[in-house]
């Protein structure tokens, strides 16, 4: 298979896996990624459907990028944009058949089901290197562009104010304070923690591989 069509095949295939683990991290309650809380808060608030809303705000975020530094802007960047929170939207739905009002331990399973799920799609994506997605964008051009400071200090600064956006507008949405927990909670924490090393051991043992095969 021609290298750049397997690239762009990794890339939709890891924007499809990543967001049916978003969905599944929704489901379970139990706290999402921070761009994610971010969302959801928002989603709260805002009377237009959660597809429509990712839009929007991936375009924004876009944007930013456009202007400030369009270096890691690629194909893979609109595939993000455009399909990324309708896949979600669409995957929560079909879920919503089959998990009816789960328990603590169904939502404990779906969650760590997605954690590692998000991470092979996440290796993926990155491995295929078609360009980041909108938020990813903004800590690389903060760091790498602004030179603002390390690249990990600028991504813990955009994750720390998409949860407390998140949670702003989640209880302005009137959300009660125990149920913050529901979009920033043990998920969040575990994501923050655990992403990377189980993103890397799948870019070693599957997605360089995958990519490299002849």
């Known amino acids: 298979m021609n290298l750049k069509v397997k690239r762009i095949l990794m890339s939709v295939g890891g924007v499809i896996i990543c ?3 978003v969905a599944m991290s929704k489901i379970a309650a139990l706290g999402v990624d921070p761009f994610q809380s971010m969302l959801a808060g928002a989603d709260a608030l805002i ?4 597809g429509n809303l990712s839009l929007i705000l991936n375009i924004l975020l876009l944007s930013f ?3 400030v530094d369009r270096t890691k ?3 893979a960047t609109f595939i993000n944009l455009l399909f990324y929170g309708y896949i979600v939207e669409f995957v929560m739905w079909g879920l919503s058949f089959i998990i009816v009002d789960p328990n603590i331990f169904v939502r404990g399973v779906l969650l760590v089901a997605a954690l590692i799920i998000m991470c092979f799609g ?3 994506y990155m491995t295929a290197d078609l360009g980041v997605s909108t938020y990813d964008a903004v800590a690389i051009a903060l760091a790498y ?5 390390k690249f990990q200090y600028c991504r813990i600064s955009t994750d720390l104010v998409c949860v407390i956006l998140g949670i702003v507008f989640f209880l302005l949405a009137g ?6 927990p529901t979009i920033v909670g043990i998920g969040t924490v575990i994501t923050a923690f655990f992403m990377g090393p189980l993103i890397e051991f799948f870019n070693v043992k599957v997605a360089r591989p995958m990519l ?3």
Do not use: E, H, Q
């Not at 009377?47 to 959660?50: E, L, N, Q």
């Not at 959300?175 to 913050?180: A, R, T």
């Open 19 to 21: 967001a049916t683990s």
């Open 47 to 50: 009377p237009i459907s959660y």
């Open 65 to 67: 990028s456009l202007i």
């Open 73 to 75: 802007i690629g194909i």
């Open 122 to 124: 996440s290796a993926l």
């Open 145 to 149: 562009k602004w030179k603002i400071a």
């Open 175 to 180: 959300g009660k304070l125990l149920d913050v």
């Open 212 to 214: 490299n095969k002849k």
